[in-house]
């Protein structure tokens, strides 16, 4: 029996669920510093990672659980931290470092009402456009809202298989109430859970170039200390790694970052539809939101109102295209959120003037309940 999978059925909440997830993907480190709502993570992972043959460690501080979080990555190790909002924007510079080194990792963000310490044990959504731009410069960067904690514990195995085909970071942006709900996860056979691990080099040591792209756009990564020579910065740097202060080296580096991502998002983009095939009105929602506005589809339909749900499992990168085809048969969109529009402007944006956008979200601390949305399904159209 695989002690790092949990076989069987259980009552647990999304945080504990998210953290027997990391452990099924293999990962055999943490680094965190504890901060509610997500400090569940930490000490259910604190627990079990001995029993497995991981390694947790309780930071100073946000930054220095990511920087830790980077460095065991280096070493060959599938890594990940938690934290909420505050925590996140700490976060932020040592995020940018993990894109532009494309070292895979895993940032799980339990999201809270802010801004500052805000409603540090209520729920929102309002991290999302942090979470795509928080760091500076250019980079892309995925982005996973689990709506239920059996999805969390299969959407975090999946965070780690992305981060690790890909070499980025990727962000599991979860939620108060999401965290801490507790339901039935059923957890599968370990044979049955598929993990990737990272690409690896072959050849000669002395001749590998640690971000020389391969077929995919990735380049094989190399685990520091196992004889390849390595450069690794955060400066501008060449398929070697050394740093090159030109235009053209920025543009090369840049178009690999960013290429990475944007020429595999059929593999990368995932949403799920709701009585979709039919619908008049789209809704759009993620996270926690998903579930009332399941609710609020059926109660439309019973009122004549054709409504459907299209739900983002991939926040980042947004699904673009699939809302602009959308746009051109739907008589509008009502986009559910927990903050005050930050994906709803994406809607809107997609949309592109073919099709209304309509906002349902408020500053957070609770849920939003069906009968608003209802209302606006009602009054918009």
Not at 223 to 252: F, R, S
Not at 270 to 295: C, F, H, K, P
Not at 320 to 333: N, P, S, T, W, Y
Request: proline share 7%; with cysteine; aromatic share 6%.
């Amino acid at each position: 029996m695989n002690p790092a999978v949990l076989t069987g059925e259980h009552f647990m909440t999304g945080d504990v669920a998210c953290a027997e997830g990391a452990l099924a993907a293999g990962c055999r480190f943490f680094g965190g510093y504890p901060i509610t709502p997500a400090t569940e993570i930490a000490e259910q992972i604190a627990e079990r990672l001995p029993e497995v043959g991981g390694t947790f460690i309780q930071m100073e501080d946000e930054i220095a659980a990511i920087a830790s979080v980077i460095g065991a990555s280096c070493a060959g190790v599938k890594s990940m931290t938690a934290t909420s909002g505050p925590g996140f924007s700490l976060m932020m510079e040592n995020i940018g470092l993990a894109a532009c080194t494309e070292t895979p990792c895993v940032i799980v963000d339990v999201q809270r009402a802010g801004p500052s310490t805000g409603l540090p044990t209520q729920g929102a959504q309002s991290d999302m456009m942090q979470a795509r731009w928080g760091s500076h410069g250019d980079y892309e960067i995925i982005a996973l809202a689990p709506s239920s904690p059996q999805d969390t514990f299969y959407q975090t195995i999946r965070a780690f298989n992305l981060s690790e085909t890909y070499r980025l970071p990727v962000l599991i942006m979860s939620d108060e109430i999401i965290g801490h709900i507790s339901e039935r996860v059923i957890i599968p056979e370990a044979r049955t859970i598929k993990t990737v691990s990272r690409p690896r080099p072959k050849g000669r040591k002395d001749r590998f170039k640690p971000f020389q792209p391969g077929p995919n756009g990735v380049a094989p990564m190399a685990i520091a200390g196992e004889g390849y020579n390595i450069h690794v910065t955060g400066l501008t740097h060449d398929e070697k790694g050394y740093p090159v202060m030109t235009v053209e080296a920025q543009e090369e580096m840049m178009t690999r970052i960013i290429g990475k991502v944007s020429r595999n998002l059929h593999d990368i983009i995932q949403t799920e539809s709701y009585r979709m095939d039919d619908a008049e009105i789209a809704v759009i929602s993620y996270g926690v939101s998903t579930r009332t506005s399941l609710a609020a589809v059926d109660e439309a339909r019973e009122m004549g109102i054709k409504a459907g749900l299209l739900r983002l499992i991939t926040v980042w990168p947004f699904p673009e295209d699939q809302i602009r085809k959308l746009a051109e048969r739907v008589k509008g969109f009502v986009t559910v959120e927990i903050n005050l529009g930050q994906i709803h402007y994406e809607v809107e944006r997609c949309a592109a003037g073919k099709a209304p956008a309509f906002l349902v979200g408020h500053p957070g601390g609770t849920i939003i309940p069906p009968d608003s949305v209802i209302e606006t399904l009602k009054t918009a159209f």
